[in-house]
C-alpha cells in the first residue's frame, strides 16, 4: 500500500510540473537591446532627460524641484557627466552607484537598456551631436 501511494504521489509531482523541461531561451527571452544604432544627444538623451529628469532638474525648477542641479540643455547636462569618472554623477545617479543619490528621485531605475544607450553616449565623448 505504502508503495501504491508513494507511486501516485511522484506520478502526482510530474504530472503537475516537478520534472518539467524547460529551455532557458524559450522562458527568459530577453527584450533586445540595440546599442549599435547611433545615440545622439538631441535625439536620444535629451528624450530621456526630458521623460525622467527634467520635472525636477529644468532651467525653471531646479533650485525648487533638483537641487539646484540644472541638466536642461547640453551646457549644463555636461557638468555632471564631468564631474567624475565614467560619466561622473549624471551616470552614477541613474546607475544607482552607491557614491551617487540614485536617479530618478523616488522612481524606478531606468531600464537597462536605456542605461546601456546612455552609457554609449558617454563612451563615444558625450558630444553634443
Ligand atoms: C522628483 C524630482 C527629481 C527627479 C524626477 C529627478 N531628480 Fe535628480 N535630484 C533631485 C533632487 C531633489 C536632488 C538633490 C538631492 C539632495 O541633494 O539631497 C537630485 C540630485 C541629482 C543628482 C546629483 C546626485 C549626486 O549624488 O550628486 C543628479 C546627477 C541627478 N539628480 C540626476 C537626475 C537624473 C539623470 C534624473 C532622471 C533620470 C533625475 N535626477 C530625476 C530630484 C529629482
Known amino acids: 500500500m505504502k508503495h501504491i501511494i508513494f ?11 516537478g520534472c518539467r523541461y524547460d529551455k532557458a531561451d524559450e522562458l527568459y527571452v530577453a527584450t533586445p537591446c540595440d546599442t549599435s544604432v547611433s545615440i545622439t544627444f538631441s535625439a536620444y538623451v535629451t528624450g530621456v532627460v ?34 567624475g569618472p565614467d560619466g561622473g554623477s549624471f551616470m552614477g545617479a541613474i546607475t544607482h552607484n552607491p557614491n551617487y543619490l540614485a536617479m530618478p528621485q523616488n522612481e524606478a531605475k531606468l531600464d537597462d537598456c536605456t542605461i546601456l544607450k546612455l552609457q554609449k553616449w558617454v563612451n563615444n565623448g558625450a558630444q553634443n551631436n
Do not use: F, K, P, R
Not at 7 to 17: N, Q, T
Open 50 to 83: 526630458n521623460d525622467n529628469c527634467i520635472s525636477c532638474h529644468s532651467n525653471a525648477n531646479n533650485v525648487s524641484l533638483g537641487g539646484s542641479i540644472n541638466l536642461e540643455g547640453y551646457d549644463n547636462l555636461i557638468n555632471y557627466v564631468n564631474d
Open 7 to 17: 507511486s501516485l504521489l511522484v506520478i502526482a509531482a510530474v504530472a503537475l510540473g
